[in-house]
T-cell receptor, first 111, second 114 residues
Framework: GDSVTQMEGPVTLSEEAFLTINCTYT??????LFWYVQYPGEGLQLLLKATKADDKGSNKGFEATYRKETTSFHLEKGSVQVSDSAVYFCALSGSGNQFYFGTGTSLTVIP | DAGITQSPRHKVTETGTPVTLRCHQTENHRYMYWYRQDPGHGLRLIHYSYGVKDTDKGEVSDGYSVSRSKTEDFLLTLESATSSQTSVYFC?????????????FGQGTRLTVV
């Protein structure tokens, strides 16, 4: 079945450091891929998405490219800020209109 | 923000009692989902609905039932609460139902079963 595997956390970075959170997926067909962010005590918010191979999703300085050949959708940001501290979830939506989520990666950015 | 309201936001209940959580949307979206979030497991799908009175099971449906009598409301019932159902529950909605559309989430309900 469809599934998502993402990098284990927690991740701790200094402000202005480069961020990568790895995500790989297994799916039949051609899923859409998403990154969600969750701040403490809140629900998940969409960060970015890509709906076909080679698409790049971007938002708030974060980017991820849909790589069909490596079944990956890694999240990157060139310079993180303290306000980026949160839990990040990789997800896919495939046939059957269901969403599948990774286990989440907690990011802490220290000044 | 998508119009999704979950109630209650927090609840403490005793083992063996029935509990109902409510999700209300104002977006007229067709698809609605209930997830639970637990450390180390991410989000796991409990049940989902693809229309009024149309529901289906997710990967962790045992001990849960759902109902959707109106487009805007999706109820999750724990028939006889157990300590293993202590969790944070999230409702989500999705509009068109095709795989290109993202899901929008409610604020969550923190349920503690004692």
């Amino acid at each position: 079945g469809d599934s998502v595997t993402q990098m284990e956390g927690p991740v701790t970075l200094s402000e202005e450091a480069f961020l990568t959170i790895n995500c790989t997926y297994t799916a039949t067909g051609y899923p859409s891929l998403f990154w969600y962010v969750q701040y403490p005590g809140e629900g998940l918010q969409l960060l970015l998405k890509a709906t076909k191979a080679d698409d790049k999703g971007s938002n708030k300085g974060f980017e991820a490219t849909y790589r069909k050949e490596t079944t990956s959708f890694h999240l990157e940001k060139g310079s993180v800020q303290v306000s980026d501290s949160a839990v990040y979830f990789c997800a896919l939506s495939g046939s059957g209109n269901q969403f599948y989520f990774g286990t989440g990666t907690s990011l802490t950015v220290i000044p | 923000d998508a119009g999704i309201t979950q109630s209650p936001r927090h609840k403490v209940t005793e083992t063996g009692t029935p509990v109902t959580l409510r999700c209300h949307q104002t977006e007229n979206h067709r698809y609605m989902y209930w997830y639970r979030q637990d450390p180390g497991h991410g989000l796991r799908l409990i049940h989902y609905s693809y229309g009024v009175k149309d529901t289906d099971k997710g990967e962790v449906s045992d001990g849960y039932s759902v109902s959707r009598s109106k487009t805007e409301d999706f109820l999750l019932t724990l028939e006889s609460a157990t300590s293993s159902q202590t969790s944070v529950y999230f409702c989500a909605i999705s509009g068109t139902g095709n795989q290109y559309t993202e899901a929008f989430f409610g604020q969550g309900t923190r349920l503690t079963v004692v």
